[in-house]
C-alpha cells in the first residue's frame, strides 16, 4: 500500500536524524567521578518496606545515560523474599501513569526501574533493549542475573533529560523496590559529564536493608583486608611493588577490571592477578599482529595469579595520551581480555581551531576548523549565474558553491543549529521560485521531465555536490519544531536554527559527489529576482579522513546592478550591470509601457459621445436613438399602448407588443396556472385552493397510501411486501442488484470470501439507547490470514451511522480493540462499550496491530468526535500485522473481528480487506458493504421451527421431517439422537471384524480377528512349533505356541556327534587342542588333542651370557652387554646392559631446534628457526631457517562485521556502549 511505503520511508528519516544526534557525543576525560550507589526507605507499607536507589555523583551535571549488563560485566538483582509488584504497573519507571493512582491506589508502591523520573510525566525517555525476558521474571516478583554475551541495557539518549542530571543533591534516581525482605542490587553505568565525555563504571554493588557502616579495608587483594568492613575507609596496606601505585587494575578470568583506566601524567599503574596466568602486553596488538600505536610500548611478564592477588608489575606513564593493551597468553585477548590506559587530558591542541583546549595534554583529533578554514583548506562560498532571466519573469537562476584549496576534501553535511544558524534568505517580494512538480533537493530532479515542465529546469533547491540527474546519496534531518522547508517551497527564506537544529549530510566514501570538482562543492541551485544572502555551515573531510567544520560561511549575490540595458527602451538603466528583463517600449500614446489604452475613444465628430481628444478610435462611436438616449435600443420609451390592456402604458411611445389580459384566474397576463391544481378530495395531491383541474391528481399504489409504504419495518422507503432478499454489495460475486434487502449471502473472489457479518453486542448497556455491535469478515475456513484492512480514493473504507450523536467512542478509550486493558472495565465500565477498529484481537487478547494513515486524513479524529470514519484519498490509510506473527487474522469457526460499534443508529459498512491464503499467496477483497442492524428477517410462518415472531420480512423457513418435530425426534428411548423408527441393531465398533457401518445402536455382537486371521477364533487353527531347526517343527503353523524341542549343542535330534573326524567320540567343536606334555611350561592337563604347543621357556639368544641351548620360547632373562642409544653411532640393537661405550655425533648447541643432548661431537647440523627476510619487521639475523613468521607493515583491511565495535564476533549492547565512546575520533586514536 503506498501508505506502508511511506512510513518505512519516515521510520528510515527518523533513524538518521537520531544518528545524527549521537553523532554530536564525543569521549574524554573526567572532570567529575561516579560515586557509588545509595539506598533510602521512603515509606513503609502493607506490601512491605519501599526504598528507593541511587546512582551518586560529585558533580551536578553528570548526567546518567545506560544501566547496562555484559558476559563480563555482568547485573545480579536478588530479593530474599518477593518484590511487590501492581497488576497495572510496568518494569520502567516511565509506564507507571500518575493518573491511575486514583483507581489503582497500589501502583504507587510498585516496584521499578528507572534512569531518572519516577513516572511518565518525567523528562526521561527510556529505551531497553534485551531485557523483555529478564523483566517478564521481576513482574512475577522475581530477581535475575543479565551474564549472557548480548548482555541488556537500559538507556536513554543523552542531553535530552533534566531527570537523569545529578542535579543538587549529586544522585539521580534508578529504581523502586518493595518488599519485606533484603535487596542486593550489582549494577553498571554509562554517564557522561558537562563536556559529554562517555564514561563507564561496573561492578557497583548495595544490598539493603544493611546494618550499621563497618569501616575498613575492602579490598581483598590487601594485606588488612577486613571481610566485614562495608565502607572503605583508604587503610589499606599492600607489600609488594602494586601497593605503591597510583591506580590497581585486577587481571582475572579473561578481564581486566576495571578495562579503562583514567590517570594524569606521571601516574604509576599496577596490574595484580587474581586468578589464572596472566601478562600485560602494550606492544604488539595479540589480534592483528601489529603495534598498538601507543605513545610508547610497555610489556610485563606473566605470572600465576592468587585469591589475595599476585603483582604482575607497575608502568609509569609519563607521556599523554590513549594506550591500548592486551594479554597475549593463549586466548585471552581473542575472549575479550584488553584495556585501555588514558594518561592526561585529551582535546584540541591546534591553537587554530574553532575549539582549541590549551589545557590539553594531547590533541584527540577533535579540532573543528574557523568560517574561514582554519587549516587554510575551506576558502569560502561563490556563486555563478546560471540562467539570466530564463522564464521571461525577471528572476535569475544561480548555483551556490563551497570553495575548497584542495580536491583531496570530502563534504558530508551542510546543517544548522540554533549557535550556528543556516540561512537562505532573498530581498524579492516573491522570494525564491520553486516549480510544483520540483523536489527538495537536486538529486531528486529527474531531467527528463525538463521538455513536459521547462520551468522545472529552474527550480530551487539544496544538495552536496549532486544535481538532476546524478547519482545522490543525500540524507536529511530537520527539528520537528522547524518548517524550513516548507517556508523554502512557498518561496519563504530558509532559516534552521533551533537547538536540535537540521542537516543534510552523505555517508562517507559512499561515492564521491562530496569531492570537490575544480575545488568547487555544489550546494543548492536558487532562482529569485532579488538579492540572496547565504550563511552556511559545512562538516567536511581532509586526506587524513579527520572530520572538520566550517561555520559561519557566507556570501550575498548577486553582486552585479540589475536593470534595463537596452538603450533603445523607454525605461533604459545606463548604470544596469546585469538585464533584469524589465525593458519597456512607448505605446502610441507616448506612455513608457503603455497599452494604448491612455488615448483611445470616438473620433467620429456626428456621434454623441465624440471625444475631441482621442487619438485611437476603439469603436465606441454612438447615436441617439428614437428615444433620445445616446446608444439607446428605444427601449427606455417602449411599453402597450392599448388601452384596453390590463398592462396599458400612458407614458408609452413605443408600443412593444408587451400588452396583456386577465386569464381566468384573474391573473394579467395570466396562463390560469395560478388556481390549476387537483380539485378531487380521495387525491393525495388534492389542493383545496385549485379552481381549474390539470388532470395532475395522484394515488397511491398497492401497498402504499399518500404517506409512503402501509408496512416498512426498516424504514428504507421499500415497503415490507415488495422487499426482494439478496446480496447489495455491487462488489461481491453474486451481487443482486434488484435486491432491495441485504441478505448476508454476499460472497467474493469465486466464493474465497463470505462477505460481512455483524452480531449486537450489548443493547442499551449503558441507558443511553445506544446498542453495541462487533464487525466480521467471513471465510468457508480457517486456512486464511487476514493482514490487513485499509482504504484509498478508488477503494473508500467507511463507517457510517444515521445516529445525530453519531459513535460512542470513551475518552479513556482507544482506536484499536488489542490496546484496551479489560482490567479497567471494573474502574471505568463504559469503556466496555467503546467503538474501535481491530484485525482478531479484542481487548485483553495479543495485538501485533500497525495504523499508517494519510497525514491530511482526519479520519480517526473524526471517528473519536463520534462522526463517521472515512477513508478516500490517494495515499489514504491502513491497518495491518505482520503476516504470520501471531494468529490475530486467523479466522476462528470462519470469522475475524473488525471492530466494535457503539450507536443509536443505523451503521453503513464500507470494508476492503488484504488477506493470505494457505500458500502464502495475498488477494484482496475490496467494496465489501453491510448495513446493521438488519430489520426484521426471518420465518413468519408460526407452524415452522424458525418461526420470529419479530420478522416481517420472511428470508425462508425450515420443518421437521417424517418421525421429527422442531425440538428433534419425536421418539428417541436411548435419546442418541436417533429415532425410534429409524435405528438400526448391529455391532458399531469401526475396529471390529464384523463392524456394521449401517448400525446406530450396538446389540454387543462385536468380534476381533484372532492371530490366525479368523473372526473370533481363538488362535488355535495357526498355533504349533514354527523354529525350522526344532525337532517337532510344524511347517503349516503360523503361531508359535512355544512347544519347540531342540537337541543338544553339536548334536543331531538322535544324540549322535554331528562332527567327529578323529571317531573319538568327541565332537570336533568340544575337542581341546592343547600341550599333553606334563614336562612343558604350558601342560593342559584339559587338553585332548596334541597341537605341537608345547612350550620350554629360557634364554634362546646364543650370544648372551646365559643363553639356554634348550629353550625354545625365550623369556626375556637374556644378558647382552653394549651401547644401549638408538641415536648413537655404535648403538647394539641387542645390547640389554649399556656399558658405557655409546658414541655420537650431531649439534651440541642448546639453542637450536635439533639440539640432542647425547651428542659428544658436533658436526655443524644445527639449525635456527626464525624470520630470515631482512625486509621483515621482525628479521632474525642468526636464523639459518625461515619458518614462515616473517611480519611485513600493510594497510588494515575494513572489517566484515563493521557493527562489531568490540570484535568479538558478534554485536551486542557492548557494542552500543563502545560507539558512544568512540564516536568522532580519528581512527588512528582509537
Given at each position: 500500500?503506498?501508505?506502508?511505503?511511506?512510513?518505512?520511508?519516515?521510520?528510515?528519516?527518523?533513524?538518521?536524524?537520531?544518528?545524527?544526534?549521537?553523532?554530536?557525543?564525543?569521549?574524554?576525560?573526567?572532570?567529575?567521578?561516579?560515586?557509588?550507589?545509595?539506598?533510602?526507605?521512603?515509606?513503609?507499607?502493607?506490601?512491605?518496606?519501599?526504598?528507593?536507589?541511587?546512582?551518586?555523583?560529585?558533580?551536578?551535571?553528570?548526567?546518567?545515560?545506560?544501566?547496562?549488563?555484559?558476559?563480563?560485566?555482568?547485573?545480579?538483582?536478588?530479593?530474599?523474599?518477593?518484590?511487590?509488584?501492581?497488576?497495572?504497573?510496568?518494569?520502567?519507571?516511565?509506564?507507571?501513569?500518575?493518573?491511575?493512582?486514583?483507581?489503582?491506589?497500589?501502583?504507587?508502591?510498585?516496584?521499578?526501574?528507572?534512569?531518572?523520573?519516577?513516572?511518565?510525566?518525567?523528562?526521561?525517555?527510556?529505551?531497553?533493549?534485551?531485557?523483555?525476558?529478564?523483566?517478564?521474571?521481576?513482574?512475577?516478583?522475581?530477581?535475575?542475573?543479565?551474564?549472557?554475551?548480548?548482555?541488556?541495557?537500559?538507556?536513554?539518549?543523552?542531553?535530552?533529560?533534566?531527570?537523569?542530571?545529578?542535579?543538587?543533591?549529586?544522585?539521580?534516581?534508578?529504581?523502586?523496590?518493595?518488599?519485606?525482605?533484603?535487596?542486593?542490587?550489582?549494577?553498571?553505568?554509562?554517564?557522561?559529564?558537562?563536556?559529554?565525555?562517555?564514561?563507564?563504571?561496573?561492578?557497583?554493588?548495595?544490598?539493603?536493608?544493611?546494618?550499621?557502616?563497618?569501616?575498613?579495608?575492602?579490598?581483598?587483594?590487601?594485606?588488612?583486608?577486613?571481610?566485614?568492613?562495608?565502607?572503605?575507609?583508604?587503610?589499606?596496606?599492600?607489600?609488594?611493588?602494586?601497593?605503591?601505585?597510583?591506580?590497581?587494575?585486577?587481571?582475572?578470568?579473561?578481564?581486566?577490571?576495571?578495562?579503562?583506566?583514567?590517570?594524569?601524567?606521571?601516574?604509576?599503574?599496577?596490574?595484580?592477578?587474581?586468578?589464572?596466568?596472566?601478562?600485560?602486553?602494550?606492544?604488539?596488538?595479540?589480534?592483528?599482529?601489529?603495534?598498538?600505536?601507543?605513545?610508547?610500548?610497555?610489556?610485563?611478564?606473566?605470572?600465576?595469579?592468587?585469591?589475595?592477588?599476585?603483582?604482575?608489575?607497575?608502568?609509569?606513564?609519563?607521556?599523554?595520551?590513549?594506550?591500548?593493551?592486551?594479554?597475549?597468553?593463549?586466548?585471552?585477548?581473542a575472549n575479550g581480555m584488553v584495556g585501555t590506559i588514558i594518561v592526561g587530558t585529551g582535546g584540541?591542541?591546534?591553537?587554530?581551531?574553532?575549539?582549541?583546549?590549551?589545557?590539553?595534554?594531547?590533541?584527540?583529533?577533535?579540532?573543528?576548523?574557523?568560517?574561514?578554514?582554519?587549516?587554510?583548506?575551506?576558502?569560502?562560498?561563490?556563486?555563478?549565474?546560471?540562467?539570466?532571466?530564463?522564464?521571461?519573469?525577471?528572476?535569475?537562476?544561480?548555483?551556490?558553491?563551497?570553495?575548497?584549496?584542495?580536491?583531496?576534501?570530502?563534504?558530508?553535511?551542510?546543517?544548522?543549529?540554533?549557535?550556528?544558524?543556516?540561512?537562505?534568505?532573498?530581498?524579492?517580494?516573491?522570494?525564491?521560485?520553486?516549480?510544483?512538480?520540483?523536489?527538495?533537493?537536486?538529486?531528486?530532479?529527474?531531467?527528463?521531465?525538463?521538455?513536459?515542465?521547462?520551468?522545472?529546469?529552474?527550480?530551487?533547491?539544496?544538495?552536496?555536490?549532486?544535481?538532476?540527474?546524478?547519482?545522490?546519496?543525500?540524507?536529511?534531518?530537520?527539528?520537528?519544531?522547524?518548517?524550513?522547508?516548507?517556508?523554502?517551497?512557498?518561496?519563504?527564506?530558509?532559516?534552521?536554527?533551533?537547538?536540535?537544529?537540521?542537516?543534510?549530510?552523505?555517508?562517507?566514501?559512499?561515492?564521491?559527489?562530496?569531492?570537490?570538482?575544480?575545488?568547487?562543492?555544489?550546494?543548492?541551485?536558487?532562482?529569485?529576482?532579488?538579492?540572496?544572502?547565504?550563511?552556511?555551515?559545512?562538516?567536511?573531510?581532509?586526506?587524513?579522513?579527520?572530520?572538520?567544520?566550517?561555520?559561519?560561511?557566507?556570501?550575498?549575490?548577486?553582486?552585479?546592478?540589475?536593470?534595463?540595458?537596452?538603450?533603445?527602451?523607454?525605461?533604459?538603466?545606463?548604470?544596469?550591470?546585469?538585464?533584469?528583463?524589465?525593458?519597456?517600449?512607448?505605446?502610441?500614446?507616448?506612455?513608457?509601457?503603455?497599452?494604448?489604452?491612455?488615448?483611445?475613444?470616438?473620433?467620429?465628430?456626428?456621434?454623441?459621445?465624440?471625444?475631441?481628444?482621442?487619438?485611437?478610435?476603439?469603436?465606441?462611436?454612438?447615436?441617439?436613438?428614437?428615444?433620445?438616449?445616446?446608444?439607446?435600443?428605444?427601449?427606455?420609451?417602449?411599453?402597450?399602448?392599448?388601452?384596453?390592456?390590463?398592462?396599458?402604458?400612458?407614458?408609452?411611445?413605443?408600443?412593444?407588443?408587451?400588452?396583456?389580459?386577465?386569464?381566468?384566474?384573474?391573473?394579467?397576463?395570466?396562463?390560469?396556472?395560478?388556481?390549476?391544481?387537483?380539485?378531487?378530495?380521495?387525491?393525495?395531491?388534492?389542493?383545496?385552493?385549485?379552481?381549474?383541474?390539470?388532470?395532475?391528481?395522484?394515488?397511491?399504489?398497492?401497498?402504499?397510501?399518500?404517506?409512503?409504504?402501509?408496512?416498512?419495518?426498516?424504514?428504507?422507503?421499500?415497503?415490507?411486501?415488495?422487499?426482494?432478499?439478496?446480496?447489495?454489495?455491487?462488489?461481491?460475486?453474486?451481487?443482486?442488484?434488484?435486491?432491495?434487502?441485504?441478505?448476508?449471502?454476499?460472497?467474493?473472489?469465486?466464493?474465497?470470501?463470505?462477505?460481512?457479518?455483524?452480531?449486537?453486542?450489548?443493547?442499551?448497556?449503558?441507558?443511553?439507547?445506544?446498542?453495541?455491535?462487533?464487525?466480521?469478515?467471513?471465510?468457508?475456513?480457517?486456512?486464511?490470514?487476514?493482514?490487513?484492512?485499509?482504504?484509498?480514493?478508488?477503494?473508500?473504507?467507511?463507517?457510517?451511522?444515521?445516529?445525530?450523536?453519531?459513535?460512542?467512542?470513551?475518552?479513556?478509550?482507544?482506536?484499536?480493540?488489542?490496546?484496551?486493558?479489560?482490567?479497567?472495565?471494573?474502574?471505568?465500565?463504559?469503556?466496555?462499550?467503546?467503538?474501535?477498529?481491530?484485525?482478531?484481537?479484542?481487548?485483553?487478547?495479543?495485538?501485533?496491530?500497525?495504523?499508517?494513515?494519510d497525514s491530511e486524513l482526519t479520519s480517526l479524529d473524526d471517528f473519536n468526535s463520534g462522526d463517521?470514519?472515512?477513508?478516500?484519498?490517494?495515499?489514504?490509510?491502513?491497518?495491518?500485522?505482520?503476516?504470520?506473527?501471531?494468529?490475530?487474522?486467523?479466522?476462528?469457526?470462519?470469522?475475524?473481528?473488525?471492530?466494535?460499534?457503539?450507536?443509536?443508529?443505523?451503521?453503513?459498512?464500507?470494508?476492503?480487506?488484504?488477506?493470505?491464503?494457505?500458500?502464502?499467496?495475498?488477494?484482496?477483497?475490496?467494496?465489501?458493504?453491510?448495513?446493521?442492524?438488519?430489520?426484521?428477517?426471518?420465518?413468519?410462518?408460526?407452524?415452522?421451527?424458525?418461526?420470529?415472531?419479530?420478522?416481517?420480512?420472511?428470508?425462508?423457513?425450515?420443518?421437521?421431517?417424517?418421525?421429527?418435530?422442531?425440538?428433534?425426534?419425536?421418539?428417541?428411548?436411548?435419546?442418541?439422537?436417533?429415532?425410534?423408527?429409524?435405528?438400526?441393531?448391529?455391532?458399531?465398533?469401526?475396529?471390529?471384524?464384523?463392524?456394521?457401518?449401517?448400525?446406530?445402536?450396538?446389540?454387543?455382537?462385536?468380534?476381533?480377528?484372532?492371530?490366525?486371521?479368523?473372526?473370533?477364533?481363538?488362535?488355535?487353527?495357526?498355533?504349533?512349533?514354527?523354529?525350522?531347526?526344532?525337532?517337532?517343527?510344524?511347517?503349516?503353523?503360523?503361531?508359535?505356541?512355544?512347544?519347540?524341542?531342540?537337541?543338544?549343542?553339536?548334536?543331531?535330534?538322535?544324540?549322535?556327534?554331528?562332527?567327529?573326524?578323529?571317531?573319538?567320540?568327541?565332537?570336533?567343536?568340544?575337542?581341546?587342542?592343547?600341550?599333553?606334555?606334563?614336562?612343558?611350561?604350558?601342560?593342559?592337563?584339559?587338553?585332548?588333542?596334541?597341537?605341537?604347543?608345547?612350550?620350554?621357556?629360557?634364554?634362546?639368544?646364543?650370544?648372551?651370557?646365559?643363553?639356554?641351548?634348550?629353550?625354545?620360547?625365550?623369556?626375556?632373562?637374556?644378558?647382552?652387554?653394549?651401547?644401549?642409544?638408538?641415536?648413537?653411532?655404535?648403538?647394539?640393537?641387542?645390547?640389554?646392559?649399556?656399558?658405557?661405550?655409546?658414541?655420537?655425533?650431531?649439534?651440541?648447541?642448546?639453542?637450536?631446534?635439533?639440539?640432542?643432548?647425547?651428542?659428544?661431537?658436533?658436526?655443524?647440523?644445527?639449525?635456527?628457526?626464525?624470520?630470515?627476510?631482512?625486509?621483515?619487521?621482525?628479521?632474525?639475523?642468526?636464523?639459518?631457517?625461515?619458518?614462515?613468521?616473517?611480519?611485513?607493515?600493510?594497510?588494515?583491511?575494513?572489517?566484515?562485521?563493521?557493527?562489531?565495535?568490540?570484535?568479538?564476533?558478534?554485536?551486542?549492547?557492548?557494542?552500543?556502549?563502545?560507539?558512544?565512546?568512540?564516536?568522532?575520533?580519528?581512527?588512528?586514536?582509537?
Amino acid at each position: 500500500m503506498r501508505l506502508l511505503y511511506e512510513s518505512k520511508f519516515k521510520i528510515f528519516k527518523m533513524k538518521q536524524f537520531l544518528l545524527f544526534l549521537i553523532a554530536m557525543l564525543t569521549s574524554g576525560i573526567a572532570s567529575a567521578n561516579f560515586v557509588g550507589l545509595e539506598s533510602e526507605l521512603v515509606t513503609e507499607s502493607e506490601y512491605g518496606n519501599v526504598y528507593r536507589v541511587y546512582a551518586t555523583f560529585d558533580n551536578p551535571t553528570d548526567e546518567l545515560v545506560a544501566i547496562y549488563a555484559l558476559e563480563t560485566a555482568p547485573i545480579n538483582v536478588t530479593c530474599s523474599t518477593q518484590f511487590f509488584q501492581s497488576g497495572v504497573g510496568s518494569a520502567l519507571a516511565t509506564g507507571i501513569n500518575p493518573a491511575f493512582l486514583p483507581f489503582f491506589p497500589d501502583l504507587a508502591f510498585d516496584s521499578w526501574f528507572t534512569i531518572g523520573s519516577e513516572n511518565s510525566n518525567g523528562s526521561s525517555d527510556i529505551q531497553q533493549v534485551g531485557m523483555d525476558e529478564y523483566f517478564t521474571a521481576f513482574e512475577a516478583g522475581n530477581g535475575f542475573t543479565i551474564d549472557t554475551f548480548i548482555g541488556g541495557s537500559i538507556f536513554l539518549i543523552p542531553d535530552l533529560s533534566v531527570d537523569a542530571e545529578a542535579g543538587d543533591d549529586l544522585k539521580v534516581l534508578i529504581g523502586q523496590f518493595t518488599t519485606d525482605g533484603e535487596v542486593s542490587l550489582c549494577l553498571n553505568f554509562q554517564w557522561d559529564d558537562a563536556d559529554a565525555n562517555t564514561f563507564n563504571d561496573e561492578g557497583y554493588c548495595i544490598t539493603f536493608p544493611g546494618g550499621a557502616v563497618v569501616p575498613g579495608c575492602t579490598d581483598p587483594n590487601a594485606n588488612n583486608y577486613d571481610p566485614i568492613a562495608t565502607e572503605d575507609n583508604g587503610t589499606c596496606e599492600y607489600d609488594d611493588e602494586c601497593s605503591g601505585a597510583d591506580q590497581v587494575v585486577l587481571a582475572s578470568n579473561y578481564a581486566y577490571s576495571p578495562n579503562s583506566v583514567s590517570v594524569s601524567v606521571g601516574s604509576t599503574v599496577a596490574w595484580s592477578n587474581t586468578g589464572g596466568f596472566h601478562n600485560v602486553n602494550g606492544d604488539i596488538n595479540t589480534l592483528t599482529g601489529e603495534s598498538f600505536g601507543n605513545p610508547e610500548a610497555f610489556f610485563l611478564n606473566a605470572v600465576s595469579g592468587g585469591g589475595d592477588g599476585v603483582c604482575i608489575g607497575t608502568y609509569t606513564f609519563n607521556i599523554p595520551g590513549v594506550y591500548n593493551y592486551d594479554c597475549s597468553i593463549g586466548s585471552h585477548a581473542a575472549n575479550g581480555m584488553v584495556g585501555t590506559i588514558i594518561v592526561g587530558t585529551g582535546g584540541c591542541t591546534n591553537a587554530g581551531a574553532l575549539n582549541y583546549n590549551p589545557n590539553a595534554d594531547y590533541d584527540d583529533g577533535s579540532c573543528q576548523s574557523t568560517g574561514g578554514g582554519g587549516d587554510d583548506l575551506v576558502l569560502g562560498l561563490s556563486y555563478e549565474l546560471v540562467a539570466s532571466n530564463p522564464m521571461g519573469d525577471g528572476q535569475h537562476t544561480y548555483r551556490l558553491y563551497v570553495d575548497f584549496a584542495t580536491n583531496d576534501v570530502e563534504v558530508t553535511a551542510v546543517y544548522g543549529t540554533d549557535t550556528t544558524p543556516w540561512e537562505m534568505s532573498s530581498t524579492s517580494a516573491n522570494g525564491f521560485y520553486n516549480q510544483t512538480v520540483g523536489a527538495d533537493f537536486g538529486g531528486s530532479i529527474n531531467p527528463m521531465f525538463f521538455p513536459v515542465f521547462p520551468e522545472l529546469e529552474y527550480d530551487s533547491w539544496f544538495t552536496i555536490g549532486a544535481g538532476p540527474g546524478d547519482e545522490d546519496g543525500l540524507n536529511s534531518a530537520f527539528d520537528s519544531e522547524l518548517s524550513s522547508l516548507d517556508d523554502f517551497n512557498s518561496g519563504g527564506d530558509f532559516i534552521v536554527n533551533t537547538f536540535v537544529g537540521g542537516s543534510i549530510f552523505v555517508v562517507p566514501g559512499a561515492n564521491d559527489q562530496g569531492v570537490p570538482i575544480n575545488g568547487k562543492v555544489l550546494l543548492g541551485q536558487f532562482t529569485t529576482s532579488g538579492l540572496v544572502t547565504a550563511l552556511v555551515n559545512v562538516q567536511y573531510r581532509n586526506a587524513a579522513q579527520e572530520s572538520l567544520y566550517a561555520e559561519g560561511l557566507t556570501i550575498t549575490f548577486p553582486q552585479a546592478t540589475t536593470g534595463c540595458t537596452d538603450i533603445d527602451a523607454c525605461n533604459y538603466d545606463p548604470a544596469a550591470e546585469l538585464d533584469d528583463g524589465s525593458c519597456l517600449e512607448n505605446d502610441l500614446c507616448g506612455d513608457c509601457g503603455g497599452d494604448n489604452s491612455t488615448c483611445q475613444g470616438c473620433t467620429d465628430a456626428t456621434a454623441c459621445n465624440y471625444d475631441a481628444d482621442a487619438v485611437i478610435d476603439d469603436g465606441s462611436c454612438l447615436q441617439n436613438d428614437l428615444c433620445g438616449d445616446c446608444g439607446g435600443d428605444n427601449s427606455t420609451c417602449q411599453g402597450c399602448t392599448d388601452a384596453t390592456a390590463c398592462n396599458y402604458d400612458s407614458d408609452a411611445v413605443v408600443d412593444d407588443g408587451s400588452c396583456l389580459q386577465n386569464d381566468l384566474c384573474g391573473e394579467c397576463g395570466g396562463d390560469n396556472s395560478t388556481c390549476q391544481g387537483c380539485t378531487d378530495e380521495a387525491a393525495c395531491n388534492y389542493n383545496s385552493d385549485a379552481v381549474v383541474d390539470n388532470g395532475t391528481c395522484e394515488y397511491p399504489e398497492e401497498f402504499y397510501n399518500c404517506n409512503g409504504c402501509i408496512n416498512d419495518a426498516d424504514v428504507d422507503g421499500v415497503c415490507d411486501e415488495l422487499e426482494v432478499l439478496g446480496c447489495t454489495s455491487p462488489g461481491a460475486d453474486n451481487y443482486n442488484s434488484d435486491a432491495t434487502e441485504d441478505d448476508f449471502s454476499c460472497t467474493y473472489l469465486e466464493g474465497m470470501v463470505l462477505g460481512l457479518s455483524y452480531e449486537e453486542v450489548a443493547e442499551n448497556a449503558m441507558g443511553t439507547g445506544q446498542s453495541t455491535y462487533r464487525l466480521y469478515v467471513n471465510f468457508p475456513n480457517n486456512d486464511v490470514e487476514v493482514t490487513a484492512m485499509y482504504g484509498t480514493d478508488i477503494a473508500p473504507w467507511e463507517i457510517l451511522s444515521t445516529a445525530d450523536d453519531g459513535f460512542f467512542n470513551y475518552e479513556v478509550g482507544a482506536d484499536f480493540g488489542g490496546s484496551i486493558n479489560p482490567m479497567f472495565f471494573a474502574v471505568f465500565p463504559e469503556l466496555e462499550y467503546d467503538s474501535w477498529f481491530t484485525i482478531g484481537a479484542e481487548p485483553g487478547d495479543d495485538d501485533g496491530l500497525n495504523s499508517a494513515f494519510d497525514s491530511e486524513l482526519t479520519s480517526l479524529d473524526d471517528f473519536n468526535s463520534g462522526d463517521d470514519f472515512i477513508v478516500n484519498t490517494f495515499v489514504g490509510g491502513s491497518v495491518f500485522v505482520v503476516p504470520g506473527a501471531n494468529d490475530q487474522g486467523i479466522p476462528v469457526d470462519g470469522k475475524v473481528l473488525l471492530g466494535q460499534f457503539t450507536t443509536s443508529g443505523i451503521v453503513t459498512a464500507l470494508i476492503n480487506i488484504q488477506f493470505r491464503d494457505a500458500d502464502q499467496v495475498s488477494y484482496y477483497a475490496e467494496g465489501m458493504s453491510i448495513t446493521f442492524p438488519a430489520p426484521g428477517l426471518g420465518c413468519t410462518d408460526d407452524t415452522a421451527c424458525n418461526y420470529d415472531p419479530d420478522a416481517v420480512i420472511d428470508n425462508g423457513c425450515v420443518y421437521p421431517e417424517e418421525f421429527y418435530n422442531c425440538d428433534g425426534c419425536i421418539n428417541d428411548i436411548d435419546a442418541d439422537g436417533v429415532c425410534d423408527e429409524l435405528e438400526i441393531e448391529g455391532c458399531t465398533d469401526a475396529s471390529a471384524c464384523n463392524y456394521d457401518s449401517n448400525a446406530t445402536d450396538d446389540n454387543d455382537s462385536c468380534l476381533q480377528n484372532d492371530l490366525c486371521g479368523v473372526c473370533g477364533g481363538d488362535n488355535s487353527s495357526c498355533s504349533g512349533c514354527t523354529d525350522s531347526a526344532a525337532c517337532n517343527y510344524d511347517s503349516s503353523a503360523t503361531l508359535d505356541d512355544g512347544s519347540c524341542v531342540y537337541p543338544d549343542m553339536y548334536y543331531d535330534c538322535n544324540g549322535n556327534c554331528l562332527n567327529d573326524s578323529d571317531g573319538d567320540g568327541v565332537c570336533d567343536e568340544l575337542e581341546i587342542l592343547g600341550c599333553t606334555d606334563a614336562e612343558a611350561d604350558n601342560y593342559n592337563e584339559d587338553a585332548t588333542d596334541e597341537d605341537g604347543s608345547c612350550q620350554y621357556l629360557g634364554c634362546t639368544n646364543p650370544n648372551a651370557e646365559n643363553y639356554d641351548e634348550g629353550a625354545n620360547l625365550d623369556d626375556g632373562s637374556c644378558i647382552v652387554l653394549g651401547c644401549t642409544n638408538p641415536a648413537a653411532d655404535n648403538y647394539n640393537i641387542e645390547a640389554t646392559d649399556d656399558d658405557g661405550s655409546c658414541e655420537a655425533t650431531g649439534c651440541t648447541y642448546q639453542g637450536a631446534t635439533n639440539y640432542d643432548a647425547i651428542n659428544t661431537s658436533d658436526d655443524g647440523s644445527c639449525i635456527f628457526l626464525g624470520c630470515t627476510d631482512s625486509v621483515a619487521i621482525n628479521f632474525i639475523v642468526h636464523a639459518n631457517s625461515d619458518d614462515g613468521s616473517c611480519v611485513y607493515e600493510e594497510c588494515t583491511g575494513e572489517s566484515d562485521c563493521p557493527f562489531d565495535a568490540n570484535g568479538d564476533g558478534e554485536i551486542g549492547s557492548a557494542d552500543l556502549l563502545e560507539f558512544l565512546v568512540a564516536y568522532g575520533q580519528a581512527c588512528e586514536n582509537l
